[in-house]
């Protein structure tokens, strides 16, 4: 997708505040749950407009203390909405195309941005939520990372697509968080060496314990190829439900690196 462009020290690939913001994106909601999976643009201050019927809006839950004083814990700008209580199926994807199963035939389009970084600014619905990030390292191994809500420990599937499980959190609101929304920021490369771990696949070996993406989870049965080394680039992104989303983008200086003003997110004015 990206893989044959100039790419500069930063790029913007989701903004909820574009002039086309899902333009490059899959979006999948659950057929089954037509009042309850739900993927629409809205204001994070007012939630307006609401998603036609039969879609009904959640709302926030257990994430003030009414002890605690009121800061500004929304944004006066429009934001992605995503919930449902099947995280799985229902999802926003980049590239639109799925890779394809191996040994068959599809679509292999890569994302391909060779960048370090990977952002997110995201609110916390009060709900579970997860977000994955395709690599591919210099020998076009594949490996998926998914940071979830729900993951207690690391943990590393070696299926078709070997999956590195790593645990996500937002600040409890004990802390007095003064917002609810957060840059979630991971370095790629650094990620490389943890699809070699033996003590990360034992560990997913030992544990019974069903997850929310459990009925997708197959082992393949034989030696597993894993990326390793240097990374090449990204090859998808996939940001599930349950939370709000204000943009996506990927740096090489990391979370200390210089952004542009458009990348600040602005309260709601309290007056």
């Known amino acids: 997708m990206f893989s044959s462009s100039v790419q500069p020290s930063l790029v913007s690939l989701f903004s909820s505040t574009g002039s086309d913001p899902l333009g490059l994106l899959k979006t999948h ?8 999976s739900v993927i629409c643009l809205l204001n994070d201050t007012t939630s307006q ?89 210099r020998s076009g191994r594949e490996g998926a990372v998914r940071c979830s809500t729900f ?26 968080p003064l917002t609810l929304w957060s840059t979630n920021s991971l370095n790629l490369p650094s990620l490389l060496p943890h699809f070699s771990s033996g003590a990360l696949a034992r560990a997913d070996e030992d544990d019974e314990e069903p997850s929310a993406f459990s009925p997708t989870s197959h082992h393949n049965g034989g030696r597993t190829q894993v990326p390793s080394g240097t990374l090449s680039h990204v090859s998808y992104v996939k940001v599930y439900a349950t939370c709000r989303l204000r943009r996506i983008w990927f740096s090489e200086g990391g979370p200390q690196q210089r952004l542009p003003w458009e990348f600040q997110l602005y309260a709601a004015d309290d007056a």
Request: hydrophobic share 35%; glycine share 4%.
């Open 29 to 36: 909601t659950d057929s089954t749950l037509p009042s309850d």
């Open 49 to 137: 407009p609401v998603p036609p019927p039969p879609q009904n809006l959640i709302t926030a839950t257990g994430l003030e203390d009414d002890t605690a004083p009121s800061p500004n814990y929304t944004l006066d700008q429009t934001v992605l909405h995503l919930q449902s209580p099947t995280l799985r199926t229902t999802y926003i994807r980049c590239p639109p195309a799925a890779p394809a199963a191996p040994g068959k035939a599809g679509s292999r389009a890569h994302l391909g941005l060779k960048h370090a970084w990977m952002h997110l600014q995201v609110r916390s619905m009060g709900r579970e939520w997860a977000f994955e990030v395709g690599v591919v390292d």
């Open 151 to 176: 993951q207690k420990q690391p943990k590393l599937k070696l299926q078709n697509l070997p999956l590195l499980l790593l645990p996500l959190s937002f600040p409890p609101s004990s802390s007095r």
